[in-house]
């Protein structure tokens, strides 16, 4: 693809699971990539595996050292480091705080150190990997549910205030994928998700169909539209079919 030959990319969150996809599409394509991990092994593993660079740490801290080590250009970033943060309202705060710090506030570090450059050049890519979960929900996950409907939000944001500047923004909204985020969600995710679950080289192939139709919203579940419209159309039909969902797995025993 063309659009990313030579490219600058940097992925967090990218020693397995989607983003190890992400970053092997990517290198496969002709990028330069920064695979980044807070698993200094997992992020080494990746790295050597496809010709990057490692980065490992925290994905709040770490794009200016993806970006030198990208000679000074990050032209996409991969914001796909997330938390999966199961539990109710009833949460301790610090796993509140831990889910909206990595699934949000990680974005909108790494946006405040990317957009000077990005908006000066006239272009950038910001790949956010949200989940339906920010477009729809999950049971038995307040703390993700509600920090990526954030994430999507500050995508759909970042969009439409510099699209004309030259930004590409990309929301990716899957459901269940074969990843180890599946596996912890238990219970819920074997009863919500696993039915339908994909393999991390889908969701890949599903942002790059993206790429080439220039798309903000990227559904790997091409039926998580059909929610969403439901969602907005008939709210109260929609909780409902929700509400009976959550019964249905507290019947499981959770």
Same mark, same amino acid.
Request: aromatic share 6%.
């Given at each position: 693809? %063309? &659009? #990313?030959q030579?490219?600058?990319?940097?992925?967090?969150? /990218?020693?397995? @699971?989607?983003?190890? +996809?992400?970053a092997?599409?990517f290198?496969?394509?002709?990028?330069?990539?920064?695979?980044?991990?807070?698993?200094?092994?997992?992020?080494?593993?990746?790295?050597?595996?496809i010709?990057?660079?490692?980065?490992?740490?925290?994905?709040?801290?770490?794009?200016?050292?993806?970006?030198?080590?990208?000679? %000074? &250009? #990050?032209?996409?970033?991969?914001?796909?480091?997330?938390? /999966?943060?199961? @539990?109710?309202?009833? +949460?301790?705060?610090?796993?509140?705080?831990?889910?909206?710090?990595?699934?949000?506030?990680?974005?909108?570090?790494?946006?405040?150190?990317?957009?000077?450059?990005?908006l000066?050049?006239?272009?950038?890519?910001?790949?956010?990997?949200?989940?339906?979960?920010?477009?729809?929900?999950?049971?038995?996950?307040?703390?993700?549910?509600?920090?990526?409907?954030?994430?999507?939000?500050?995508?759909?944001?970042?969009?439409l205030?510099?699209?004309?500047?030259?930004?590409?923004?990309h929301?990716?909204?899957?459901?269940?994928?074969?990843?180890?985020?599946?596996?912890?969600a238990?219970?819920?995710?074997?009863?919500?998700?696993?039915?339908?679950?994909?393999?991390p080289?889908?969701?890949?192939?599903?942002?790059?169909?993206?790429?080439?139709?220039?798309?903000f919203?990227?559904?790997?579940?091409?039926?998580?539209?059909?929610?969403?419209?439901?969602?907005?159309?008939?709210?109260?039909?929609?909780?409902?079919?929700?509400?009976?969902?959550?019964?249905?797995?507290?019947?499981?025993?959770?």
């Open positions: 693809m %063309g &659009t #990313v030579g490219a600058g990319v940097v992925v967090t969150g /990218a020693g397995g @699971g989607i983003g190890a +996809a992400l092997r599409r290198a496969a394509e002709g990028a330069r990539v920064v695979v980044n991990d807070i698993d200094p092994t997992r992020t080494k593993t990746i790295a050597d595996e010709g990057a660079t490692a980065v490992p740490g925290d994905a709040s801290e770490i794009v200016a050292e993806a970006r030198d080590a990208l000679d %000074g &250009t #990050v032209d996409v970033y991969c914001a796909n480091a997330g938390l /999966a943060s199961p @539990g109710d309202a009833f +949460a301790d705060e610090g796993v509140w705080a831990a889910a909206w710090d990595v699934n949000v506030m990680a974005h909108v570090r790494a946006a405040r150190t990317l957009l000077p450059d990005w000066e050049r006239g272009s950038g890519r910001f790949v956010s990997t949200v989940s339906a979960a920010g477009l729809l929900t999950m049971v038995g996950a307040a703390p993700y549910s509600v920090s990526k409907h954030g994430a999507y939000a500050f995508a759909e944001w970042l969009s205030t510099y699209r004309h500047r030259g930004l590409k923004v929301a990716i909204c899957p459901q269940g994928v074969r990843t180890d985020m599946l596996t912890a238990g219970s819920a995710g074997e009863l919500v998700l696993a039915p339908t679950a994909i393999e080289e889908d969701v890949a192939d599903a942002l790059f169909e993206g790429i080439e139709a220039d798309r919203l990227i559904l790997p579940h091409p039926e998580v539209a059909g929610y969403y419209e439901a969602r907005a159309a008939t709210p109260d039909r929609w909780l409902a079919g929700m509400s009976h969902l959550q019964q249905k797995w507290e019947g499981t025993g959770r």
